[in-house]
């Protein structure tokens, strides 16, 4: 019985995840459709290093989490203003607390974009999001509780500056964690183009 636990909770979890997918397409999509402004090239590039901090990547987690088709799903719905855009699934590897679970990441390079616009649509899609802060590399960030979340039992978080997005999803942590959690990885995932 024991085995069909974990084998009904893969499930779940599946379509937890499959929730995630159809939510950030929906937000991106959006924002990209209403909020897209003429711009350079871009001045940042957005990668998935295996270790961020205590963050370890866990590529054996992103099937379960569906990340490559959330990936191609924001690419196609974005009417071409998306580009590089790349997916990872982190985990706490310092094992403070089994609540923090495993994060969900997608993020890549919009060709212009208003963030203000962007964080707006995020915003008016879940009623419940709140801003916080995008932390030291600037832009506009909200997050939205997995609680006041609607369309799926997920907590995410958003960020948007005038050349990248990210979107971080989690089904066990509140907000604060995961707005800290998105602070403390953007740094690592968002560097200057060379």
């Known amino acids: 019985s024991g085995r069909s636990q974990r084998a009904g909770g893969h499930r779940s979890r599946a379509w937890l995840w499959a929730g995630a997918a159809v939510l ?22 957005v990668m998935t290093p295996d270790k961020i901090g205590v963050y370890i990547r866990r590529p054996q987690l992103e099937p379960q989490m569906n990340a490559r088709d959330l990936q191609q799903q924001v690419t196609a719905k974005s009417a071409g203003q998306v580009s590089h855009v790349v997916y990872a699934v982190y985990e706490d590897n310092a094992g403070v607390s089994a609540s923090s679970g495993p994060i969900l990441f997608i993020g890549g390079n919009l060709s212009g974009a208003s963030p203000s616009g962007f964080i707006a649509s995020f915003t008016h899609e879940f009623k419940g999001a709140q801003s916080t802060s995008a932390g030291s590399m600037g832009g506009q960030a909200a997050c939205v509780s997995a609680e006041a979340n609607a369309a799926a039992s997920l907590a995410l978080c958003i960020w948007a500056d005038s050349d990248t997005f990210g979107v ?3 089904p066990t942590m509140g907000t604060g964690g995961l707005a800290a959690a998105m602070r403390a990885i953007r740094p690592h995932v968002e560097r200057a183009a060379k």
């Open 168 to 170: 971080l999803a989690s």
């Open 24 to 45: 950030a397409v929906i937000v991106v999509a959006a924002a990209v459709a209403f909020f897209v402004l003429g711009g350079s090239g871009p001045g940042h590039v």
